[in-house]
């Protein structure tokens, strides 16, 4: 609504969108961007309460959560159904239908709250589980983790998009990984790293391991934080969810899932937005720009003060093929879509973010003695991040002096695994493990800015590498023992 309403205001001013601006390098004069007309933005001077409603598959069960200012002040976990029938009429419920529920229900929840407690994110050892079901905001994997993992501290950017530091090591040494496929963020200045290109609501285990104990991948320093994304399973199951937080949050995720035992399919989406998040005084990003004396020159323009913060977009499709009762093949695809991505601490925003990530797993159990499980897997992960002054003082009047950098990082990778039993407390795994990264990025500036326009940033570097690795891994009563090597050959 509002958008429309505005892009008729500012289509005579011929301004640009992030997203087409892209494409085409003659950009002044384009139309409005997603994102920069808005209603006048209420003002919170206490911070909203947050509320999530969720039908979760599988469960004959809605629950809903209300939080606010951190506590917890009315919990539900109630069983809504007890057959398929109406669990099916609750799941065909419009969007609004649980939050008239939940708020029936929320005064029940009070008096209820002191004896049903919360299931929190599940922490054994360095896994932590049902990180779907627990975090508000898709694209804060690093806030879940650095709440519940000790040695996990947070580095704060934006209102999504934070970078995690783990064992007081940061940025790559940190090897975070998707299903086994590795992925970098693209921005040099970490707008958005690794863990912003994944979704929370679709990852179903994250397992946190400290040190450079992994042989199985290449470049894992200070530690490895391996995702594991949910899977299909047979039969129908859907989940929906809404959730809606301070500073106008909210967001709305849907997930289909189901088929045969043979073939098990299961697709995601959602989007979330959210205005300026306030510091404790109350002031947004213009507010805050002013307290800390952030040159005029860095701060948003009179036009775009009252921005949204971001909005995202997500994708995850997966399927499963069990071919015969010993193989089975994985293919998946995930798709972030992040636009106007607003960084108050840094002298340029994102005008968009986008990842596609691509994985195939094929495994063979059971194949003798040489073999228990042979495993091949193929991953390939590109990311665009442009960033730009658009909506800074810097950029000029009507922005005719943008400064653009367009960032855009890929990695292919493959890797053959074989796992060979000795017996039933001794196993070795053995492979090799070979990738490529490429990072690339470009300049483009207009008006008195021109000049910069085709600079390289970044000149095309490719991180090629090969690693080969065998491991030995033995349970006693109590303790594990893993003895591993690896060697890799690197070129940059
Ligand atoms: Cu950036």
């Known amino acids: ?17 992030g997203r087409n601006r892209a494409s085409t390098s003659s950009s002044i004069g384009l139309p409005p961007r997603r994102g920069q007309c808005h209603m006048p933005r209420p003002v919170w001077h206490f911070p909203q309460p947050l509320l999530s409603v969720t039908a979760p598959e599988n469960r004959n069960t809605l ?4 939080f606010q200012n951190g506590h917890k002040n009315c919990l539900i976990c109630r069983d809504f159904n007890s057959n398929s029938n109406q669990r099916e009429q609750t799941m065909k419920r419009k ?9 029936t229900f929320c005064t029940l929840g009070v008096a209820a709250e002191e004896a049903e407690e919360m299931a929190p994110l599940v922490v054994e050892g360095s896994r932590i589980a049902d990180v779907s079901g627990t975090q508000v905001k898709s694209a804060d994997l690093a806030e879940a983790l650095f709440k519940n993992m ?20 940061k940025k790559d040494n940190i090897n975070i990984l998707v299903d086994g496929a590795k992925i970098y963020g693209a921005c040099p200045n970490r707008m958005d790293p690794p863990t912003s290109h994944i979704l929370t609501n679709n990852v179903e285990a994250v397992e946190v391991t400290e040190g450079p104990y992994d042989v199985e991948n290449f470049g894992t320093l200070s530690g490895a934080v391996k995702i594991t994304t949910r ?3 047979a ?29 098990k399919a299961l697709v995601s989406l959602s989007h979330e937005e959210s205005d300026q998040y306030e510091d404790g005084d109350g002031n947004d990003f213009v507010e805050q720009m002013k307290a800390n004396n952030v040159s005029p020159m860095t701060r948003y323009k009179a036009e775009y003060e009252d921005l949204k913060a971001y909005e995202k ?8 093929f069990d071919i015969t009762e010993n193989q089975q093949l994985k293919l998946s695809y995930t798709a972030n879509r992040s636009d106007d991505v607003l960084y108050p601490s840094s002298k340029m925003d994102a005008l968009y973010d986008d990842s596609d990530i691509w994985t195939a797993d094929y495994i063979i159990r059971d194949l003798g003695r040489w073999s228990s499980a042979l495993e091949l897997s193929f991953y390939n992960s590109k990311v665009e991040h442009p960033m730009s002054t658009y909506y800074r003082n810097s950029s000029g009047p009507n922005s005719a002096n943008e400064k653009i950098s367009y960032l855009e990082s ?44 085709g600079v390289k940033s970044i000149d095309d570097v490719d991180t090629d590498n090969l690693g080969v690795f065998v491991e030995y891994e033995r349970d006693f009563d109590n303790f594990n023992l893993r003895l591993g090597g690896r060697y890799d050959d690197t070129s940059i």
């Open 410 to 453: 890929r990695i292919q990778g493959f890797r053959v695994k074989n796992t060979m039993e000795i017996d039933a407390a001794s196993e070795v795994r053995y492979g090799i493990d070979t990738s490529r990264r490429n990072w690339d990025g470009t300049y483009e500036g207009f008006g008195t800015n021109a000049g910069i326009t």
């Open 150 to 169: 000790a040695n996990v501290s947070l580095v704060r950017r934006s209102g999504i998009a934070n970078d995690i530091i783990l064992r007081g090591q």
């Open 1 to 17: 609504m509002c958008v429309s309403r505005c892009s008729t205001e500012v289509t005579g001013k011929g301004q640009a969108s």
């Open 95 to 103: 969007p609004l239908a649980p939050l008239v529920l939940f708020s």
């Open 63 to 66: 629950i809903c959560r209300y």
């Open 231 to 233: 899977e299909p399973e």
């Open 313 to 320: 977009e997500t994708f995850m499709g997966k399927v499963i």
């Open 235 to 263: 039969g129908m199951h859907g989940n929906f969810s809404i959730n809606v937080g301070s500073w106008n949050y909210w967001k709305a995720a849907a997930t289909l899932s189901g088929g045969s035992d043979r073939i």
